[in-house]
């Protein structure tokens, strides 16, 4: 099995930061991208940021110059710095990862979600 364990959301002023952690464990074989979506309530999940392996990192407009993402590919982890953080950041953050197990193909895997809450 492949597991995705987050770490590092918390309560935080508008204006701080941040920084989540994700790491993928278990039989993996390879991995095409790692990233992070959200969802805040009532609202449906987003892309935050995605970091392929090979090509370009892709970033919502909403957090662009904001945020960072960055990957550890010897430790199968991936990064999220965010900075000036807002209330509208606000969600549940999951962690992602398109993952192939041995002998088998890329699928989609998913964290269980971090809370990040930024009061104004």
């Not at 039989?27 to 935050?48: C, D, F, H, N």
């Amino acid at each position: 099995q492949v597991q995705l364990v987050e770490s590092g959301g918390g309560l935080v002023q508008a204006g701080g930061s941040l920084r989540l952690s994700c790491a993928a464990s278990g039989s993996i074989s390879s991995i095409e991208s790692m990233g992070w979506y959200r969802q805040a309530p009532e609202k449906q999940r987003e892309l935050v940021a995605v970091r392929p392996s090979t090509g370009t990192t892709n970033y919502a407009d909403s957090v662009k110059g904001r945020f960072t993402i960055s990957r550890d590919n010897a430790k199968n982890t991936v990064y999220l710095q965010m900075n000036s953080l807002k209330p509208e950041d606000t969600a549940v953050y999951y962690c992602y990862g398109r993952i192939r197990r041995p002998a088998s193909f890329y699928r989609d895997y998913w964290g269980q979600g971090t809370q990040v809450t930024v009061s104004s």
